[in-house]
Nanobody, 116 residues
Framework: QVQLVESGGGLVQPGGSLRLSCAASGIFFSLSTMAWYRQAPGEQRELVAEITRTGGMSYANSAKGRFTNSRDNARKTVSLQMNSLKPEDTAVYYC??????????WGQGTQVTVSA
């Protein structure tokens, strides 16, 4: 049974930072592509950052220069460091994994609210 458990969300002021983490189990983590998505109220879920099994990274334009994605294969975790947060970053953030059979799995999500 695959489980992805996010943590680290919360309320932060504009310009602040948060670090999200996702702990994976039940999956061959080192061979999986890991990603962060977010979904704001009334909006579609969108890709924020992705890191492949070989360490290749991609970011949404809105995240470039502010967010840093990383993975620790030994701990089976992926982390998203978010700096210079803006109110428009407010959303539920989801951890996603795509395994070697191209199956996608989702975490339960963690709320990030950027507000003064």
């Amino acid at each position: 049974q695959v489980q992805l458990v996010e943590s680290g969300g919360g309320l932060v002021q504009p310009g602040g930072s948060l670090r999200l983490s996702c702990a994976a189990s039940g999956i061959f983590f080192s061979l999986s592509t890991m990603a962060w998505y977010r979904q704001a109220p009334g909006e579609q879920r969108e890709l924020v950052a992705e890191i492949t099994r070989t360490g290749g990274m991609s970011y949404a334009n809105s995240a470039k220069g502010r967010f840093t994605n990383s993975r620790d294969n030994a701990r089976k975790t992926v982390s998203l460091q978010m700096n210079s947060l803006k109110p428009e970053d407010t959303a539920v953030y989801y951890c996603s994994a795509v395994d070697i059979s191209s199956r996608r799995f989702w975490g339960q999500g963690t709320q990030v609210t950027v507000s003064a």
